[in-house]
């Protein structure tokens, strides 16, 4: 078992990480066709990575698309660095930064699709500005999506979900909006391939149900 620092010191040798201390740091913000991929396919990121599950899964179902996992904690990214190496996926990276920074890190639509899976649910009103489909956040999204570019939630948490779903219907330049409070009695769990994360595994043994909701947000024409 490799403790913290040592797989601190791992992330900092590889190139699928991109970190503070790292000299593409402050400079990969509308630069990661040219810089980092070496392509212009489309970029789609996995908020609050953890181990980076959805990231991982995807770039070996699509080569054709770039995914970028972010999360704050350097020692869940290094789990999926891990796998991005061992699988040699050269369409995968991964960010450590706060995502309320994500605008300094994507230039205006500079990302086609985000996945938001099992977020920290933040139920405490004070906290709502925290949460991964507040406002906030959906204002920083809209700003670095393409029109039209999806997002995805999936929880656990039924006070989340709704939560999202009475923020959606408020909000302007939504469209495309499916949602279920238990997707694997709906058609959509086609959508997720299989991919079952951490958190998620954790919560279907305790025999809660997954809710999950997608819409595009910005004009799509
Ligand atoms: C509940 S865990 C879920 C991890 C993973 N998505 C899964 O489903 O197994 C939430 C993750 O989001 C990260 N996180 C929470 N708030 C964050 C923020 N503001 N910026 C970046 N990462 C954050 C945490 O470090 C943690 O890895």
Redo the contacts with the bound molecule.
Sequence with gaps: MRTKLKKFRENAQRNNVIEPGKSNYHTIRGQWAIDHFRNTNDIVL??????G??TIHLAQLDPAKNFVG????GA?IWGGSTQALQYQLPNVAFLR????QLDQFFAVEEVAEIY?????PRPRTRNEN?R?TSPYFLKLYRHILKPGGFIHL?TDNLQLFEYTLEILQQYPEISELIYTDDLYQSTWQAVHHGIK??????YLNEGVTIKYIRFALGKNN
């Design positions: 996995e908020l609050g990575c953890g181990q599950e959805y972010v999360d704050v904690k869940r930064t706060p995502i309320e938001i899976p099992f977020p920290d925290r991964l999936k994360t951490k958190y998620e595994l954790k």
